[in-house]
């Protein structure tokens, strides 16, 4: 089973831009379906971008326009672009397949956290 990685995150100002990359430990290019979800303090987990089995992407409506996802399966690893960084954004963002994550399969994450 492929794990994931996740790293870049840190603390930037809202308006601020950061990039995470989540490196997985196999081959992804034979995984179609996979994601960047986040967890909020207090909150559950949400996927917030993702590619679907046939190939398409979604963005849910709260990061739609800010956040753009990308893959590189030479490099076994997908991207999220994160702009127009917002307080709300704050959360541990992780990436994963929805197999692995039906199974409560989870890397550590990576915190992002939007603040002044």
């Known amino acids: 089973q492929v794990q994931f990685l996740e790293s870049g995150g840190g603390l930037v100002q809202p308006g601020g831009s950061l990039r995470l990359p989540c490196a997985a430990s196999?081959?992804?290019?034979?995984?179609?379906?996979m994601g960047w979800y986040r967890q909020a303090p207090g909150k559950q987990r949400e996927l917030v971008a993702g590619?679907?089995?046939?190939?398409?992407?979604n963005y849910s409506d709260s990061v739609k326009g800010r956040f753009t996802i990308s893959r590189d399966n030479a490099k076994n690893t997908v991207y999220i672009q994160m702009n127009s960084l917002k307080p709300e954004d704050t959360a541990v963002y992780y990436c994963n397949t929805p197999i692995s994550s039906s199974k409560g399969y989870w890397g550590q994450g990576t915190q992002v956290t939007v603040s002044s």
């Open positions: 590619f679907s089995s046939v190939g398409a992407i």
């Open positions: 196999g081959s992804i290019s034979g995984i179609h379906a």
